[in-house]
């Protein structure tokens, strides 16, 4: 009978894990949404668009990436890399006053999101590597 | 009794499917895979070198699907059987020894990124008639049992193969053949 009640207890707090349909299509976690955008973005000083969208797509697939679409006019850069998993990206960049530019990562692993800041770090350095820019935090 | 040291596993599992740590690192292997993917041609425009791919691909059976030509990307995909004899005979073998039916590969989609970009030059300058093309392939193969794999290829060969007949294709497309 204890064990009985512990496995229900068990059972349920499994239950307790699943979200509503609602908060799997808004991703509303803990994290508030300036603090998502603080981890998924950085500011880079050039005003080359351009320049910065074909340095993500080559820091994309430099990581294993292959490139699903891209648009200059919108800014944005979409990969996908499967290595028995899947990892979905999607990238945009956006003029930040005149003379810089704002690129926002936010990724996929399988079916949940990547919230682990770390990951969005090494993101950024592989694209400052390719872009010869430091990177700032921004927002 | 012995069951809540199983429920407190599957507990666990429920919990935890872990991103591998170096998803967004450039590794050495990825250097060496860089290799293997990119190609430098010379003598022809970014606009040409994007067709002349584009052409290849379609000799391949590729189905464009996406392209903007302003960032050198082409994205093309094409579905295909993947039946293969070495998997079906072992899934026979598998059977006869009372194993059971094993899902073995039924189709593939295969996809494929191209990417051409200007060469650099020693001041820092785009080069407007010498490019690099980095392509890779991607496969995700359909099981029987209707459960997928997915994979990124990485046979020399097929780069290998892939780039010769792209250096055919840029040879007609210079020529305006």
């Given amino acids: 009978m204890k064990y009985l009640v512990t496995a229900i ?15 799997r299509v808004l991703d509303s976690g803990d994290e508030t949404q300036l603090q998502k955008r603080s981890y998924q973005s ?17 820091t994309l697939q430099d990581l294993g990436f292959v490139i699903d ?27 930040k006053g005149t003379d810089r530019m704002l690129v926002r990562a936010n990724a996929q692993f399988n079916n949940t999101p990547i919230e682990d800041p770390k990951h969005y770090q090494n993101f ?4 400052e590597k390719s872009l010869f820019l430091t990177a700032h935090a921004g927002e | 009794m012995k069951i809540l040291p199983i429920l407190i596993g599957a507990l666990f599992l429920a919990g935890c499917v872990q991103i591998p740590e170096n998803t967004f690192v450039v590794t050495p292997e990825l250097i060496q895979q860089r290799q293997l993917e990119t190609r430098r041609y010379d003598g022809i425009k970014e606009a040409d070198l994007i067709a002349a791919s584009a052409n290849v691909l379609q000799d391949l059976g590729f189905i464009l699907e996406n392209s903007e030509t302003r960032l050198g990307v082409l994205t093309a995909n ?10 079906v005979a072992a899934a026979i073998i598998v059977a006869l020894l009372g194993g059971g039916a094993m ?3 039924k189709d593939q989609t295969i996809r494929v990124a ?9 001041n820092g300058k785009a080069m407007s008639e010498s490019h690099f093309v980095r ?11 209707n459960s997928t794999r997915v994979e990124t290829l990485r046979e020399p060969e097929l780069y290998r193969d892939f780039f010769e007949r792209l250096s055919k294709s840029v040879f007609l497309e210079a020529q305006k053949i």
């Fill in chain 1, 9 to 23: 207890i068990l059972l349920l707090s499994l239950l307790s894990g699943c979200a509503t349909t609602n908060q």
């Fill in chain 1, 42 to 58: 950085r500011i880079f000083d050039t005003a080359d668009k351009e320049k910065v969208l074909r340095a993500t797509i080559s």
């Fill in chain 1, 69 to 95: 679409r891209a648009d200059l006019m919108l800014g944005s850069v979409s990969g996908t890399k499967l290595e028995g998993h899947q990892i979905k990206i999607t990238v945009s960049v956006r003029p």
């Fill in chain 1, 124 to 127: 950024f350095v592989s694209l």
């Fill in chain 2, 78 to 87: 094409k579905q295909r059987d993947a039946i293969h004899a070495g998997e």
């Fill in chain 2, 103 to 105: 899902a073995i590969s």
């Fill in chain 2, 114 to 122: 191209l990417v051409v970009r200007p060469v650099i030059d020693s």
């Fill in chain 2, 135 to 145: 392509v890779t392939f991607q496969r995700l193969v359909r099981l029987t049992d």
